[in-house]
């Protein structure tokens, strides 16, 4: 089931076309402008690649943090021929389903900044809904797998079989170009 769940999720998602998706994404740098197009760096990256890609280029993985690994670890596994529709997270933004779900977000960002956060309207093309618990699930299992079901679009409701479990946790990766719209809330 959650195969077939998987495919149609990854198959309805990478559909590109001219009608923009409408997302919710809490504004970290309250740096966004309505109407001003997102796009990628003169490097091709976005303002989430550009922290780890010096990283990647100058460390070797013993030497990183683990949200370092972690990003590592997920560029490479995405580089794989099954994953070559997905845009990299280092070339994408990320954003919610809902104003509740982003404002979820916004409240536990870490370390929580110093002024209100405004969630944005966030208008997009290509999109992928993906279940962010996965990348620091804790479970006995290699971090890799983990890394895959979250590639593979497997929601983690059904996990641990045993003991504590967490309601999935969505994020939607949006491929540049995306645009922002009106602010519909914000976080003090």
């Known amino acids: 089931m959650n195969e077939v769940y998987s495919f149609s999720v990854f198959y309805m998602s990478t559909m590109k076309s001219s009608h923009r998706h409408v997302f919710y994404h809490a504004d970290r740098d309250a740096s966004l402008k309505e109407g001003q197009p997102i ?14 890609w010096p990283t990647f280029q100058t460390k070797p993985p013993g030497e990183m943090t683990r949200t370092q690994q972690r990003e590592f670890y997920l560029e490479a596994i995405k580089s794989e021929f099954r994953y070559s529709n997905y845009a990299s997270r280092l070339q994408s933004i990320f954003a919610a389903n809902t104003v509740e779900e982003a404002i979820i977000f916004a409240k536990n960002i870490t370390p929580l900044p110093n002024h209100p956060i405004p969630i944005f309207e966030l208008f997009a093309e290509r999109f992928w809904n993906l279940d962010s618990n996965w990348l620091d699930y804790e479970g006995d299992e290699p971090r890799e797998i983990h890394y895959r079901n979250y590639w593979d679009g497997i929601i983690s409701n059904h996990v641990p079989v045993v003991g504590a479990r967490r309601p999935p946790r969505l994020e939607v990766m949006i491929a540049f170009p995306a645009v922002p719209g009106k602010i519909v809330h914000i976080v003090e």
């Open 39 to 52: 796009t990628l760096d003169e490097n091709n990256l976005s303002y989430f690649g550009k922290v780890y």
